[in-house]
């Protein structure tokens, strides 16, 4: 059986501008220490292989505070350790890694034609490839399949399955499958695929490891797999410090102030939210989203909240009207009052929703 890591997306060194300077800067740190819970999740499960699927780097240049803290990570590593460069931090003399001196078992994936490197020691051989532009149009499995000589076969490659003309190394189903690998590392997509399947080969993305912004939000980290006579399993362990998170919560009836101390209390303080407002509201209690958010902010390393309530009305205002809408209502108030007590509360949010329907409104929550 072989253990094996598969990251990829770190983007260090991210400029993270939405935030302040002082927590951007926060924020790189923080970025060079996925690198350091990487290889303490290597230790942990005795990784015996680790993938990297590019764009380790955001850019084609590092701080060197970044190149000091990898170097030394990658030096005191066991596992066997795979690059390949992805369009964000593609292969050239003059990156980070054709200037660097690698160890040993760090082995960095420098074209676009696959490469192959053999581990004899582990009955294995990993094939993977590199962008050497931050564009590549033709598909990196274009054509490709692993030789046949009963070792286990993985693959560490930068592609895109989003479409065809993508200008990021457009990967598809049918090279995947044709492919011969046991075990697909791939990278570009931040959001986790889960284990996919191709044929024979297993294949996925693991996602980026922390998210930088609302467009990555939830969880995020890397896939421990394990590779037994050719089977492949996977298992996601979280990575980040802090996650974005987009929640909405619900003020009908509720003191705004309260609702948000009642989230707070079941929150993480490291992470950084958006919180939208939703329900219904009267008219004269409008959120006062400047004192709502002071409070939200002494609590979160970030947040902010919008308001999307809507004003509340009477279910039955339109009752007496001779439109379908009223005899909708009618009906509905009649087996209302007839129903049990157990019955009203379901009939009352089928009320809210057919009103909604009949309206032309959204649904309420």
Not at 94 to 120: C, D, N
Request: proline letters at 7%; one cysteine or more.
């Amino acid at each position: 059986m072989l253990t094996f890591l598969h990251g990829a997306d770190f983007h260090l060194d991210s400029p993270f501008r939405a935030l302040p300077p002082d927590q951007a800067a926060e924020r790189r740190q923080e970025q060079r220490q996925l690198l350091t819970r990487l290889a303490d999740a290597a230790r942990q499960s005795q990784a015996d292989l680790i993938f990297l699927s590019g764009d380790l780097f955001d850019g084609q240049r590092a701080r060197p505070e970044t190149l000091q803290t990898l170097c030394q990570v990658l030096e005191e590593l066991e596992a066997e350790v795979f690059l390949a460069p992805g369009n964000h931090d593609p292969y050239s003399a003059g990156s980070p890694y054709g200037k660097l001196t690698w160890p040993a078992h760090v082995h960095i994936f420098t074209t676009p034609t696959p490469q192959r490197v053999e581990l004899p020691r582990l009955g294995a051989v990993v094939y993977g490839s590199a962008f050497t532009s931050p564009y590549r149009m033709d598909g990196p499995l274009a054509g490709f399949r692993a030789r046949d000589e009963g070792l286990a076969v993985f693959g560490c490659f930068h592609g895109d399955l989003s479409s065809p003309h993508s200008r990021y190394g457009p990967v598809n189903p049918e090279q995947i499958a044709a492919s011969g690998l046991d075990y697909l590392a791939l990278g570009h997509s931040h959001a986790a695929s889960g284990l996919r399947r191709a044929g024979k080969t297993c294949y996925a993305w693991p996602g980026c490891p922390e998210g930088r912004g609302f467009d990555e939000t939830g969880d995020k980290g890397i896939y421990l797999g394990k590779w037994d006579q050719g089977q492949v399993s996977l298992e996601f362990l979280p990575l980040a410090r802090r996650r974005y998170l987009t929640p909405d919560l619900d003020i009908t009836g509720r003191d705004p102030y309260e609702a948000l101390q009642s989230l707070m209390s079941q929150a993480n303080p490291q992470d950084i939210l958006r919180i939208s407002l939703v329900g219904e509201r009267d008219e004269d209690n409008e959120p006062d989203l400047t004192r709502l958010t002071a409070l939200a902010s002494t609590y979160f390393y970030s947040a902010s909240l919008q308001d999307r309530t809507t004003l509340s009305r009477s279910l039955w205002a339109r009752a007496e009207e001779d439109t379908l809408t009223g005899l909708f209502l009618r009906t509905m108030r009649q087996r209302l009052e007839a129903a049990p007590e157990k019955d009203k509360p379901r009939l009352e949010r089928a009320v809210r929703f057919g009103l909604a329907a009949l309206e032309g409104r959204e649904e309420p929550k």
